[in-house]
């Protein structure tokens, strides 16, 4: 049980950096920016959901094996991530995103900030995939 959880906790950390890597610089580098940013609103979404679907399966199985704390822990703040950015955060970015294209001043400010917020939540999300990974590698 506890390779299926590294395995998927393998799989989301993967899905994660393939989509800030690859995915979102591709989408950058060949749309214009106004079909870009579209095309991402639309993704992200889907992004979040995927993560929230495997990040559940990661702490039901990490709960099932008895993984320990670490391991279950680690599952179920990545879980609770997904859905914060998903059903907040992203919402609030698109907000700020739509005031900021409409000229006004101060969102592009607020775009940036809660931007910034994303990426540092999906670095904590994959520091907590590779940790709980390696602990119960050498656990």
């Known amino acids: 049980m506890q390779g299926l959880l590294i395995s998927l906790f393998g799989a989301l ?10 995915v979102a610089p591709t989408v950058f580098r060949s749309l214009p920016a ?15 959901l995927w993560g929230l ?12 094996a008895d993984a320990g704390t670490v391991a279950i822990g680690a599952s179920v703040t990545v879980l609770v991530l997904f859905v ?9 970015i698109n907000r700020a995103r739509d005031r900021d294209l409409a000229g ?8 940036r900030a809660l931007h910034l917020q994303s990426v540092l939540i999906n ?6 995939l ?10």
């Open 104 to 111: 006004d001043a101060q969102a592009g400010a607020s775009f």
């Open 130 to 139: 590779l940790a709980a990974s390696a602990y119960l590698l050498w656990v």
């Open 123 to 128: 670095a904590l999300q994959l520091i907590l």
């Open 53 to 64: 679907v495997v990040a559940l399966a990661c702490t039901l199985s990490a709960w099932l």
């Open 34 to 48: 106004e079909h870009a940013g579209s095309f991402l609103r639309t993704l992200f979404p889907r992004y979040y």
């Open 84 to 92: 914060y950015a998903r059903q907040f955060l992203m919402p609030a």
């Open 13 to 22: 950390a993967g899905s994660m950096l393939f989509f800030a890597f690859a």
